[in-house]
């Protein structure tokens, strides 16, 4: 009898779980449902890429030592490393660096573990091509530098929603210069480093 009413509570349990779920689900829905429709009229008008975007890789050809390990936390192995070793010098001289972009799961593990900080992640999300071979991209093209959208004169960009001012749904009202929605990170060390300041003389006052 126990063991049935145990069943039994574990069931209505695992129902009431489900339609939480099912919930939350359908409050995005909903959400959605009452916003009006924006329209970005691509390639005119393009979305300002968030702070943390992880697009095309950039690479610093001067700045690589050839330690590789960029290749050893690739999760698939991806970036080629050619080398040699000096013998006068010591040290490994880079001839080759590419990488895959067809293949390459944009983790940004290679660009967070770089010692030399060689690596770094761009805005470029535009990278279609007819051939798959033509993004394989080799160290002269990765150490092009793309245009950020908010310095490329052709087009018209926009924030999106999420980084729109409180009470603003359509990014075509506000120009991408006025102030977003919360805070730059260096705005946030800015205010704790006030508040730091604030606390140490009153702590000083008080001894």
């Not at 093209?141 to 245009?147: D, F, H, I, N, T």
């Not at 075509?172 to 990170?185: Q, S």
Request: proline share 7%; glycine share 4%; net charge neutral.
């Amino acid at each position: 009898m126990l063991n049935f009413l145990s069943k039994v509570g574990d069931y209505a349990k695992e129902t009431l779980q489900a339609a939480k779920y099912i919930g939350q689900g359908l409050s995005v829905t909903f959400d959605h449902m009452s916003r009006r429709p924006i329209t970005v009229q691509y390639p005119y008008e393009k979305l300002i890429p968030s702070e943390r975007f992880r697009g095309r890789i950039h690479f610093e050809f001067d700045k690589c030592i050839s330690c590789e390990v960029c290749v050893r936390v690739c999760p698939i192995n991806l970036p080629v490393v050619d080398w040699e070793f000096n013998k006068e010098t010591k040290k490994k001289n880079l001839k080759h660096y590419s990488i895959d972009f067809g293949v390459c799961i944009f983790c940004a593990n290679c660009v967070e573990y770089c010692p030399t900080n060689c690596l770094s992640v761009t805005e470029e999300y535009e990278l279609a091509a007819y051939d798959r071979h033509e993004l394989n991209f080799d160290n002269v093209a990765m150490g092009r530098l793309p245009y950020k959208v908010t310095n490329d004169p052709m087009v018209s960009p926009m924030r999106e929603l999420a980084y729109l001012p409180k009470g603003v749904v359509d990014p075509h009202v506000v120009p991408h210069t006025a102030p977003r929605a919360g805070k730059h990170p260096e705005d946030i060390l800015q205010e704790l480093e006030k508040q730091a300041e604030r606390q140490t003389p009153e702590a000083s006052s008080k001894n």
